[in-house]
């Protein structure tokens, strides 16, 4: 299918009596929007040979195929298109058992022209999401051949940019950023571009020790070097020979760890605990830390000759908060995997929702913004959630962008937060204008004083659908 078609949404819908059709074509059509009707799920099935719904509208009561069998055959044969099921008077049973086969949403023949719209924009909404997620996964992938990473941030995407430089020497990488930003998955990154992507990587979070475990862990031990040693074991120095370490939380290490750690680096030799002979290891290592490190090694807490050392190629993270334009890109990716992963369906955003999620600063970062997609999946699947369904310091931020607030980041230039702040107010009017012009396009053109094409471009640029703007 040629571009400019597939820029076009198409919905199919399949239904009984011509009238019907009709009246529900000319309901759902819209200047970028394609409506096909088919009367039979014969007819819808032949129509399938020539167009890719988005989204299919389909009757329960068809001759040839009545109840939830249709739902059954055209789930299978259309995989992830969304399906929104039409019946005489759904009772909440029937509801519950047509998303059990696949539908997405169950409208009566009664209240179609009042549901239907807000059913099948929503529905288009999502399809939208995941090719847009689908998209920047497989350009991370093509650009970087990263698998676990993606991100459409300025600021993420320079990350990428060094984690493709160094990759392939075997310098040691010092990763920066606050806890829960992906400095793992980073390291993994490096490792999997590597000459040594096909030996082992080894991670540790040094944090979780206290300094005689963490020697032990890292360096092994023999048989008898302190009580317990049954035996003796390797450390995982070893363990990564030929690969990579990760040291996780660097920074939270004792001065005694700090020395045998540099000894290591600058040798590659070391002695288990409790031992006599050297052990010679050839390992890349990569280390990570959310601690000021130029603040401890002012307070005698890090040694600043391992600190020059670590701190050959530096990478610093973002927290998410510095890239919010990532925010729905993330959660939709985490809504899928986890609903996938616990068989629920994911909920529907609403529009207030998020706005509250975009605005809220996330100090536990990537990591927590998982977490909240797993509790919203458990908590709200197959449902809508609404902005009352978030926890309450998300909606309880000083910073709401449609009541004009302004977030100022004093981790970056005056420059940086100029320009930040003008895109806070812009996409501030946007979305109060979107709202009183309940998602219509040409209307809110109008109303902001821009061209509808300019329109789109800023409604890309801050992650804004007018579909979320519709009530059902």
Same mark, same amino acid.
């Given at each position: 299918?040629?571009?400019? =078609? ?13 009238? *019907? ?19 039979? *799920? ?15 509208? &389909?009757? &329960? ?15 299978? =044969? ?43 924009? =929503?529905?288009?909404?999502? @399809? ?104 003796? !074991? ?26 045998? $750690? ?9 002695? =288990? ?27 005698? !807490? ?9 701190? @050959? ?15 729905? $890109? ?11 992963? +616990? ?27 998982? *977490?909240?997609?797993?509790?919203? @999946? ?8 609404? !902005? ?23 981790? @970056? ?17 946007? +979305? ?14 109008? *109303? ?25």
């Amino acid at each position: 299918m040629d571009t400019e =078609r597939r820029q076009r949404e198409v919905v199919l819908v399949v239904k009984t009596g011509q009238v *019907a059709r009709q009246q529900l074509k000319s309901q759902l059509r819209g200047p970028q929007r394609e409506v096909y009707v088919a009367g039979t *799920a014969a007819e819808g099935m032949s129509a399938l040979q020539h167009i890719e719904p988005d989204v299919v509208v &389909l009757a &329960l009561d068809l001759p040839d195929l009545p109840g939830l069998r249709a739902v059954d055959i055209f789930r299978d =044969r259309l995989d992830d298109v969304p399906i929104i099921a039409m019946t005489e008077t759904p009772s909440v049973g029937q509801a519950v058992e047509a998303m059990r086969h696949g539908a997405v949403d169950v409208v009566s023949f009664d209240d179609a022209r009042e549901r239907l719209d807000g059913s099948v924009d =929503r529905a288009l909404a999502e @399809v939208r999401h995941r090719r847009q997620l689908d998209l920047v996964q497989q350009d991370v992938k093509d650009r970087y051949g990263f698998s676990h990473l993606m991100s459409q941030s300025p600021r993420m995407l320079k990350v990428f940019d060094q984690i493709r430089s160094v990759a392939g020497t075997d310098a040691t990488v010092l990763i920066r950023g606050e806890t829960g930003t992906g400095k793992e998955l980073v390291s993994r990154a490096i490792a999997e571009r590597s000459k040594r992507k096909d030996k082992p990587f080894i991670a540790v979070n040094c944090g979780a020790f206290t300094e005689s475990l963490l020697e032990s862990e890292l360096f092994g031990h023999e048989k008898g070097s302190f009580t317990g040693a049954v035996g003796r !074991r390797e450390g995982l120095f070893e363990m990564a020979d030929g690969g990579t370490l990760f040291l996780d939380e660097l920074g939270e290490t004792s001065l005694n760890v700090q020395v045998n $750690l540099l000894r290591v680096l600058e040798e590659m030799r070391f002695r =288990r605990v409790g031992g006599r002979e050297p052990v010679r290891v050839d390992v890349r290592i990569v280390a990570a830390t959310n601690v000021e490190l130029e603040q401890a090694v002012k307070e005698k !807490r890090f040694r600043e000759d391992l600190y020059y050392r670590l701190n @050959v190629y530096p990478i610093f993270l973002p927290p998410l908060r510095q890239r919010r334009e990532d925010i729905p $890109l993330l959660m939709r990716h985490f809504l899928d995997e986890i609903g996938e992963e +616990y068989e629920l369906e994911p909920p529907v955003v609403a529009a207030d929702a998020l706005e509250s999620i975009l605005t809220y600063d996330w100090p536990g970062n990537v990591r927590q913004l998982r *977490a909240m997609c797993e509790r919203w @999946v458990i908590t709200r699947a197959g449902q809508r959630l609404e !902005r009352e369904h978030l926890t309450p310091d998300m909606t309880g931020q000083n910073f709401r962008p449609d009541l004009g607030g302004i977030y100022v980041d004093d981790q @970056v230039t005056m420059k940086e937060n100029t320009a930040r702040m003008l895109g806070q107010v812009e996409r501030s009017y946007l +979305y109060q204008v979107l709202q009183r012009c309940g998602g219509h396009l040409g209307q809110t053109a109008d *109303a902001a004083g821009i061209t509808r094409r300019t329109l789109y471009t800023k409604m890309k640029q801050y992650g804004l659908d007018a579909g979320d703007f519709r009530d059902d």
